[in-house]
Nanobody, 121 residues
Framework: QVQLVESGGGAVQPGGSLRLSCAAS????????MGWYRQAPGNERELVAT???????NYADSVKGRFTISRDNAKNTAYLQMNSLKPEDTAVYYC???????????????WGKGTLVTVSS
């Protein structure tokens, strides 16, 4: 019922930049949080950055100072600006959202299909 569509992934050289976008759509009453996670080959999925409806953010230590998460509440869209990219940032990046489908509903979470970011010379 809820779909997340990521875009903006690609291949860049070390030190380069990318901006990822994630648009949530469907029968959503309210979006409470959106975030980005990533999974490198052979590793577990890890948190990159999250943003709640009040605007507060948190980041993984490995990306702090280089990545910035933001959102457009009117469009239910989250962005991840990625600067000073390193080879170790290479991973599939997944968008996640926490929503309510109605005013008395439970909190639900949904995942996008992921977008690949490759950082190499």
């Amino acid at each position: 019922q809820v779909q997340l569509v990521e875009s903006g992934g690609g291949a860049v050289q070390p030190g380069g930049s990318l901006r990822l976008s994630c648009a949530a759509s469907g029968s959503i009453f309210r979006v409470y949080a959106m975030g980005w996670y990533r999974q490198a080959p052979g590793n577990e999925r890890e948190l990159v950055a999250t943003i709640v409806n009040g605007g507060n953010t948190n980041y993984a230590d490995s990306v702090k100072g280089r990545f910035t998460i933001s959102r457009d509440n009117a469009k239910n869209t989250a962005y991840l600006q990625m600067n000073s990219l390193k080879p170790e940032d290479t991973a599939v990046y997944y968008c996640n959202t926490v929503v309510r489908l109605g005013p008395i509903g439970s909190f639900m979470d949904y995942w996008g299909k992921g977008t690949l970011v490759t950082v190499s010379s």
